[in-house]
């Protein structure tokens, strides 16, 4: 995995735990539980093990944002028109999400796999930003903790 920090426009150099739109990142999670347990939605008992539960956390998301933001966003990203970004979303990060979220169909029931698609987005986004695999995999393994231990 590539180093941790990134330059931004300004010349600024940031580790991407340092930096206020990771922590923004971060927050979505409980605020995405939080609405997701007042709406009283549940993703019902999928962790029935410790030892899947531990895949679910920590194995799962290694191995998903390796090939998702690791390689095909990246793949991606070298043709021309998914280079472009819109509201800090490139159509490579777009096209790598829905991907993601079909993916997810095979496991999941279909609005489950609906709604992956937006943490996908960010967890896109934090690769674009940071380039770095460590910005969307923390992101995905504390999402994914979330979701199997809170709900």
Known sequence: MANSSVRLKS????????????????LAGPVAWAALHVLGVSHGSQASSPFV?????????????W????????????????????????????VASISFAIL??????????VLVFF?????????ERFKTLWAP??????YNAGFFLVL
């Open 104 to 113: 997810h169909l095979l496991q999941h029931a279909p609005i489950w796999a």
């Open 137 to 142: 995999v923390s992101l995905h393994v504390f």
């Open 67 to 94: 090939f998702f933001r690791g390689t095909l966003q990246p793949w991606l990203r070298s043709y021309a028109p998914l280079v472009h970004e819109r509201f800090a979303i490139s159509g490579a990060n777009l």
């Open 11 to 26: 010349g600024r150099i940031v580790i991407f735990w340092r930096d206020a739109h990771y922590w923004l990142a971060v």
């Open 53 to 65: 539960l531990l895949l679910s956390i920590l194995v799962y998301p290694c191995i998903e944002e």
């Open 119 to 127: 943490p996908s987005l960010i967890f896109g986004w934090s690769m």
